[in-house]
């Protein structure tokens, strides 16, 4: 059965392009990305979207109504076939909160990227955090998404080595290096049904 795919985005759209060249290589089977929404207009992310021949969708937030908001969202999504039984929805640098009514409906069905080793360093700035910590190692993070920011349940992650002198560039660069990595993986290993929820940890069958 196929799965369809929404990614949501608002910048610069790398974490996309990964997916997109992992869906539509083979790498990842019978999960189109059948729609990108950008809260944004003009961003790259949607330029990436249209180099690869996927419908893109801008809704742009002019309403401080988030019911609405998502509302139009899911709209959006279930108009191209993501339905919230058989489809996936994929955060990828989607820069706002959504309502818990939203990651209700698409419960199980809807992953975050996120760049630190969680549950270290949830929020914004999660390089410069780990920089002003002083930790040795940080990295990424694939997982569920839950009404609360950044603390759903851990599918995948990858860590990073801080250098001496790592600027929060450099770091930011290597982190999104792996990024790229494991987001389609974790894509893949839901599609193909090996992801099981139990409680807070997500087992993964071999
Ligand atoms: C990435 O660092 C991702 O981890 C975070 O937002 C950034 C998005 O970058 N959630 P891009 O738009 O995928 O290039």
Redesign the pocket.
């Known amino acids: 059965m196929t799965c369809k795919i929404g990614v949501l ?8 392009e990964a997916l997109l060249k992992a869906t539509t290589s083979g790498f990842i089977k019978n999960a189109p990305i059948a729609i990108v929404i950008s809260n944004k207009p003009g961003v790259r ?1 949607l330029d990436i979207a249209k180099r690869f021949g996927t419908p893109t969708e801008v809704i742009p937030v002019d309403v401080q109504d988030r019911a609405a908001y998502d509302a139009k969202l899911a709209d959006a999504l279930i108009r191209h076939g993501v339905e919230p039984g058989s489809g996936m929805v994929l ?3 989607f820069m706002r909160l959504l309502t818990p009514e939203f990651v209700g409906r698409y419960s199980g069905r809807m992953l ?4 630190s080793l969680l549950p270290s360093f949830p929020g914004l700035n999660a390089q410069q955090q780990a920089l002003d910590a002083g930790v040795k190692v940080t990295g ?1 993070t694939v997982h569920f998404v839950v009404p609360e920011v950044d603390a759903g349940p851990i599918i995948l992650q990858r860590a990073v080595e801080v250098a001496e002198g790592d600027s929060l560039e450099s770091l ?1 660069a290597r ?2 290096k792996q ?1 790229h990595v494991i987001y389609p993986h974790a894509v893949k290993l839901f599609v193909e049904g090996k992801l099981t929820l139990k409680g807070r940890k997500v087992i993964i069958r071999p």
């Open positions: 985005v608002s910048g610069r759209g790398s974490n996309l992310a955060l990828a640098g975050n990227i996120h760049p990424c930011s982190i999104l990024e």
